[in-house]
């Protein structure tokens, strides 16, 4: 890919992928291909192929496999930390190809493809440290004659579905730190963007990962995904996407072996503006938090609370920034607000948009479908004069619509804010540190933003409170989550005998 050239355009015909298994790709050979469209472009742009049960269980065999003979967790950090570096390099060398693919599939802005494989580096040179990192505890304080270790354990073969919205970023906040544990790997992506795991599959085989220590597979969530969430010999599962399908998963591990369960879902999330923000800031950094990756952000800001006195003035300038918003081809360099990513998805957000009207809400700005390169497009929204109750306040939309509701205190802007069974994100927007970290204190959410917003890096944790999962992804603690630990008690010397 020549990233000089001025106009990216989509590939003439699609492009044929097989899945990785035990080090090598599988082309479809006699299964079913499914064929994936740009949904900026309406072109069709890749084949892959539906994996089988069979497919999956010898998948699993391979991870299964190179976790038990221990050729990936055997190795000294230091020789894991090489090869997650020698990773960060390639992907280095393929991003431009690696964002082309990511815009293709889901639509998003071309700039912002690029911008997130920049992190995904980051993600894995920050996780090569870790891999060396890594430790456990020892207690000397156990009287003379005896002492502890707690070990951490890599906690074996790790199942990992992940959705649509970021292909590549959410795949990169989650597999260098697993690795760097030393699990090994069965990866199930969307099946509406699986090119770019695809693409990282070979980026580990060429950076010196053992064959078998990450293999992926593509078909549906309700067949292969759902049985990679019942499989036996899975130890561990992580999963990104609906409140539904955690639901499911949920009930497969029990109804299986148990298995670890590392859970992210939806969000409703809060902006919560008082008036001594400053304004101008605070109302760009709103605009970014709901148009970018035009709402399809588990952690998007789609519920704006806004103190009173300055609630409608505030609503206004957002919606005068939103207007401005580039909505276009993803693969202009200018465009700001890609497409859709599916069909589905375009129709709920469309669905909203009229719940919105009929439930007595106020379009101010947006809702409309612009025809773009033959695409589906859906401009940033806007709603006004909404109460806690309406569906477009209450559930998660996951797209770029925009619920503004004013408070009058603090503890009242407190309280809105945790009216959710979500609890993923929140931001604040003030200049007094006494509110600010009042609320970040007070606001229930594993993502915390000060006077910003969808801001972040690979050293912060990332997951949610209450039923917006389990378990937290990145940092240190994102490597820790995939381990297990071991007490090892140690006498030495004479023992005291228990039997005479
Ligand atoms: O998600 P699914 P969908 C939310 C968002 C969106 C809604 C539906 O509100 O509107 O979910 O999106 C796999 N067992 N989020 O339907 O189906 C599937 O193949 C195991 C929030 O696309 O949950 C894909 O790989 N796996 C979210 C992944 O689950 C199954 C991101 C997510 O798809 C499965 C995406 C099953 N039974 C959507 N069924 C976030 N938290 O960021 C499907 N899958």
């Not at 995904?120 to 090569?128: D, L």
């Not at 085989?205 to 990679?228: E, M, Y």
Request: charged content about 20%.
């Amino acid at each position: 890919m020549d990233n000089s050239s001025p106009i990216l355009t989509p590939p003439s015909a699609p492009r044929d992928f097989g899945f990785f298994l035990d080090g090598a790709f599988v082309p479809a050979g006699e299964r079913d291909v499914f064929e994936r469209s740009s949904p900026g472009h309406g072109v069709p742009v890749s084949r892959l192929p539906r994996c089988s049960e069979a497919d999956l269980n010898a998948a699993v065999a391979s991870s299964r496999k190179a976790f038990d003979d221990r050729r990936w967790a055997g190795l000294p950090g230091a020789e894991r930390a090489a090869v997650l570096l020698k990773a960060a390099e390639l992907i280095r060398e393929r991003a431009e190809e690696i964002a082309y693919w990511e815009t293709l599939e889901n639509g998003k802005p071309i700039s912002q493809a690029r911008a997130e494989v920049g992190g995904c580096i980051g993600m894995f040179e920050f996780a090569a440290g870790l891999a060396r990192a890594l430790h456990g505890d020892s207690f000397n304080n156990s009287g003379d004659g005896a002492m502890g270790i707690v070990t951490r354990e890599p906690i074996g073969v790790v199942g990992l579905i992940t959705p649509w919205n970021f292909p590549f970023l959410i795949l990169c906040e989650r597999v260098p730190y697993i690795l760097a544990s030393g699990c090994t790997i069965v990866a199930k992506p969307s099946e509406v963007t699986a090119v770019t795991t695809l693409m990282l599959a070979e980026v580990l085989s060429d950076a010196g990962l053992p064959d078998g220590v990450f293999n992926v597979i593509t078909g549906s969530g309700s067949v292969i995904g759902q049985k990679l969430a019942e499989h036996m010999d899975v130890d561990m599962l992580s999963f990104t996407g609906s409140t539904a399908v955690g639901r499911s998963v949920v009930e497969a591990s029990g109804k299986s072996n148990f298995k670890k369960l590392g859970l992210e879902l939806g969000g409703k999330n809060p902006q919560i503006v008082f008036a001594d923000a400053d304004l101008d800031d605070a109302a760009d950094g709103v605009a970014f938090g709901i148009a970018f990756n035009t709402g399809q952000c588990c952690v998007s800001g789609s519920r704006l609370l806004v103190e009173r006195s300055v609630a409608d003035v505030f609503a206004e300038k957002v919606a005068e920034k939103l207007r401005k918003v580039r909505v276009g081809d993803p693969l202009d360099e200018a465009t700001q607000a890609g497409a859709i990513t599916t069909d589905a998805q375009n129709r709920t957000i469309l669905s909203y948009i009229a719940k919105g009207q009929e439930e007595g809400a106020t379009l101010i700005s947006g809702g409309g479908t612009p025809e773009i390169s033959g695409g589906q497009y859906i401009e940033p929204t806007v709603f006004t004069n909404v109460t806690r109750d309406m569906a477009v306040a209450s559930e998660e939309i996951f797209g770029p619509v925009l619920c503004v509701m004013p408070f009058d205190d603090m503890d009242e802007a407190i309280a809105i804010a945790n009216d959710t069974e979500y609890g993923l994100a929140a931001s604040v927007w003030s200049k007094n540190i006494d509110k600010a970290l009042t609320v970040a204190r007070r606001v229930q959410a594993g993502r915390f933003w000060v006077n910003t917003t969808l801001a972040g890096g690979p050293e912060l944790p990332i997951g949610g409170f209450k039923a917006s999962g389990w378990g937290r992804e990145a940092g240190m603690h994102g490597v820790e989550e995939y381990t297990q630990l071991k007490s090892i008690h140690i006498e030495f010397g004479k023992r005291n005998h228990w039997v005479a």
